[in-house]
């Protein structure tokens, strides 16, 4: 397992850090079912070992793909003879995060042996929803990435800010929509035909028929629009495709504006578009400055008021600041420590009193403290 690709910390390994080092639980039970001999238990950096003083030695490498999470230790351990064992921590483990140990008594079921393994599957998925909630209430995206076609309409006004920041590459930008080809389906018997475009297919539904069928192909398959349309075509079920733009032959698939399900029939056709015209009269507000970068592009002549435009570019941190990253460590560390304390929010044993979180509180799952920290990182209000 590992930590999301946008995360905001790289690995379980930056919280173990923060908090002085591994944290472990229970991963898995096991003992010898029998009563006679010197019969233990051991881990190693890669290996688990078995000693049954009357059958023999078994090591199992712990890192092989056979063994190397927990659901396959445990059926490893049970295809020994005389050895049972059970589940206790989270399927997915990986088997190599067990903690090492010397030789254990595990004879009879009264020495029931229970191992421990570093928290690192659970730390990770704490640091995936660390971020999420970190983004979500700073109301943006901080791990650098890549926006295709991001759509903005003209105000009429000179600067266009585009939702994500700071920026560090506008790769193009498109003024308008033009239809690239045409496509309809000519089955008489379907009772429906429908062509629908995602951010990364197209998908051709023919509903009842001789021709029925549901096919969705991958656009980033075919280096060329021409590519795709052959594609399409040669499905067969009734597809058919006219050719509309003159760039077709050399343009991208993977350039094809997304639509909804589009109807389509003998006479009725649906239009699959691009970005028009490709423009350069723009200028990029302070590119060089993260700190200041907001993502606001600027143009004399301004963009048209009602107008789409098409944007693709690159945007967020290439490092992701330290501040950020210790509001995140604290957010995992808060998650962790209170994981399973439900609605309690406060306890004092002296004169007793118990206190409920409130909706404030719960709201997103950030403390007050954190949530100052973030400040500074909340999506800019222009």
Request: hydrophobic content about 30%.
């Amino acid at each position: 397992m590992s930590v999301g690709t946008y995360s905001l910390l790289s690995s379980a390994d930056d919280f173990f850090a923060y908090v002085g080092g591994a944290t472990y639980e229970d991963a898995l039970w096991l003992y010898f079912t029998g009563t006679s001999g010197t019969n233990t238990v051991q881990v190693n950096d890669d290996s688990l070992v078995l000693v049954d003083e009357d059958n023999g030695t078994t090591t199992i490498d712990i890192t092989s793909s056979s063994y190397d999470t927990l659901t396959e230790l445990v059926a490893g351990i049970n295809a020994v003879a005389g050895w049972d064992a059970g589940l206790v921590g989270h399927s997915s483990e990986t088997s190599s995060n067990l903690r090492i140990t010397g030789a254990l008594n595990a004879e009879g079921k009264a020495n029931t042996i229970y191992l421990e393994i570093k928290q690192t599957y659970l730390v990770e998925k704490l640091i995936d929803r660390a971020t999420d909630i970190i983004e979500r209430y700073c109301n943006r995206l901080f791990k650098t990435r890549t926006y295709t076609n991001e759509t903005y309409w003209g105000t009429g006004y000179k600067k266009l800010i585009l939702d994500q920041y700071p920026v560090t590459r506008v790769a193009r930008i498109g003024e308008g929509r033009t239809n690239s080809f045409s496509i309809k389906n000519t089955s008489t018997d379907a009772n429906y035909s429908t062509v629908e475009i995602t951010t990364s297919t197209i998908r051709l539904i023919v509903d009842g028929g001789t021709n029925a069928d549901d096919t969705e192909l991958t656009l980033s398959d075919y280096t060329s629009i021409d590519d795709l349309i052959t594609a399409i075509e040669a499905l067969g079920k009734g597809w058919s495709c006219t050719t509309i733009a003159t760039d077709t032959s050399y343009r991208d698939a993977d350039e094809l504006l997304p639509r909804p399900s589009m109807y389509v029939d003998s006479t009725k056709q649906a239009y699959c578009e691009t970005p028009d015209e490709l423009i350069t009269d723009y200028k990029w507000l302070r590119p060089t400055s993260q700190d200041r970068n907001e993502g606001m592009l600027h143009r004399d002549g301004g963009w048209s008021e009602g107008t789409e435009y098409f944007v693709t570019y690159t945007a967020g941190f290439t490092t992701i600041p330290e501040a950020l990253q210790m509001a995140c460590l604290e957010l995992v560390n808060y998650k962790h420590n209170n994981r399973q304390s439900g609605n309690l929010k406060s306890e004092w044993l002296g004169d007793y009193r118990y206190e409920r979180f409130g909706i404030s509180d719960l709201k997103l799952g950030l403390p007050a403290d954190i949530k100052s920290e973030l400040d500074m990182f909340k999506k800019r209000v222009i």
